[in-house]
């Protein structure tokens, strides 16, 4: 899907893009929205593809093999960087917090069913330096995330429910290199549900050439 495809409502300022997706069954339907400040989306979204799943029937063999092979890029860039040749890589500073003006959020919702489990893609969209964007998913027990720049310095959080809160997982790798992030809430009862809120921060102006989430 392009921009192009979503129907446009709201605000002239801070404009909603809208789109409807079946399940991959054709038995539920879900609503992917994006919206932020009219400019901004268009910049950021002007060129994307953007891809939305949704699969109730996912397995759990489904989803570790996706995070098996995730993890294992991982870390061979976590043996890389203990080479400790890009010193620089561990001294990126702190964002400072998420601003309404230089944020655009993608949101799923279900419109009919239940079907929890997402996949989400998205690939050659321009991040500015020091913009957000964020994609919210449904509720989970377990969410994963990665981001691959293209050009430019694109970082990965996790946050839990909101823009702006707690972050439970995060990775700052530098360049192009690859960001990856997953989450699960453990108690002595399982696993419990949570609202996974991925953000992809611009650290220097570039575009990704792929963001993916997942979770079930």
């Given amino acids: 899907m ?39 989306v268009e910049q950021v979204f002007a060129d994307a593809t953007i891809e939305l799943t949704i699969d109730s029937a996912q397995t759990a063999e489904d989803l570790k093999n996706r995070f098996d092979e995730l993890r294992s890029e991982q870390r061979k860039q976590m043996w890389s960087l203990a080479g400790l040749e890009k010193i620089d890589d ?30 989400l893609t998205a690939g050659g969209f321009t991040v500015p330096a020091t913009v957000r964007v ?11 995330g990665a981001v691959l720049p293209l050009t430019g310095d694109q970082d990965l959080s996790l946050r839990l429910f909101s823009t702006t809160g707690p972050v439970v997982s995060s990775s700052s790798a530098g360049g192009t290199a690859l960001d990856f992030v997953w989450f699960t809430l453990p108690s002595p009862f399982g696993p419990l549900p949570f609202f996974p809120v ?4 611009g650290f220097t102006t570039g575009v990704c050439s792929t963001f993916s989430a997942t979770g079930a």
């Fill in 134 to 144: 964020f994609f919210i998913g449904s509720w989970v027990l377990f969410a994963n």
């Fill in 90 to 119: 561990f001294f990126k500073p702190e964002p400072a917090s998420p601003q309404r003006d230089t944020s655009v959020l993608a949101a799923i919702r279900p419109i009919s069913g239940e079907g929890t489990p997402f996949a």
């Fill in 2 to 40: 392009k921009l192009s495809d979503f129907e446009r409502s709201g605000d002239k300022g801070y404009p909603r893009f809208v789109t409807q997706v079946r399940d991959v069954s054709g038995d539920e339907q879900f609503e992917l929205t994006i919206a932020g400040p009219e400019a901004l």
């Fill in 198 to 201: 991925f953000e992809v921060l």
